[in-house]
T-cell receptor
Framework: QKEVEQNSGPLSVPEGAIASLNCTYS??????FFWYRQYSGKSPELIMS????GDKEDGRFTAQLNKASQYVSLLIRDSQPSDSATYLC????????????FGSGTQLTVLP | GAVVSQHPSRVICKSGTSVKIECRSL??????MFWYRQFPKQSLMLMAT?????????EQGVEKDKFLINHASLTLSTLTVTSAHPEDSSFYIC?????????????FGPGTRLTVL
């Protein structure tokens, strides 16, 4: 069974710090990787997508992908209280007809 | 702005009734949409893949006769929960892939919170 694993947390960081969220996946030939942010009671919002090894930066967010280690991470710089949410890692695995497999999510709290 | 809409956002119904949830792609055609269910404190669970003009593909353990999916047009998919019971109370979310997306990025609707009394 193809799996995506995340530390469930909760993860707490002080305002202004860097929050580091981690995700591992089991399907070695997975091609597309995504990070979604989900506020309580709301639906997921796509914040980052990454497909190649290395780093991808978008504003305060940096996604890092290491296919050899089957590892994808999300760094949030200068964390703000408004970043407090659950972050979901998602992967499109091989032969999945474009379906996403989600991790269980990491709950992040940024303390003012 | 939002690219996928859902209606209604919240519904409360009595046990035994049927509830229809609409998912619309805004300003683009979606040949494939996905339906998810999320229980409190849990991650999203894919229920089915909705394909325009053909039958939906259901995930293992999802009753296709209970969760009826119709994708009659390129901008609309509907999920009907038939004979709803309290255990069907959940957050139902649809998603669609933008046609211009090279990497199959899925965008989610705002979700429908169903409460069955």
């Amino acid at each position: 069974q193809k799996e995506v694993e995340q530390n469930s947390g909760p993860l707490s960081v002080p305002e202004g710090a860097i929050a580091s969220l981690n995700c591992t996946y089991s399907d070695r030939v997975s091609q597309s990787f995504f990070w979604y942010r989900q506020y309580s009671g709301k639906s997921p919002e796509l914040i980052m997508s990454i497909y190649s090894n290395g780093d991808k930066e978008d504003g305060r967010f940096t996604a890092q992908l290491n296919k050899a280690s089957q590892y994808v991470s999300l760094l949030i710089r200068d964390s703000q209280p408004s970043d407090s949410a659950t972050y979901l890692c998602a992967v499109i695995s091989s032969g999945s007809a474009r379906q996403l497999t989600f991790g269980s999510g990491t709950q992040l709290t940024v303390l003012p | 702005g939002a690219v996928v809409s859902q209606h209604p956002s919240r519904v409360i119904c009595k046990s035994g009734t049927s509830v229809k949830i609409e998912c619309r792609s805004l300003d683009f055609q979606a040949t494939t949409m996905f339906w998810y269910r999320q229980f409190p404190k849990q991650s999203l669970m894919l229920m089915a893949t909705s394909n325009e003009g053909s039958k939906a593909t259901y995930e293992q353990g999802v009753e296709k006769d209970k969760f009826l999916i119709n994708h009659a047009s390129l901008t609309l998919s509907t999920l009907t929960v038939t004979s709803a019971h309290p255990e069907d109370s959940s957050f139902y979310i649809c998603s669609a892939i933008l046609p211009r997306s090279s990497y199959n990025e899925q965008f989610f609707g705002p979700g429908t919170r169903l409460t069955v009394l």
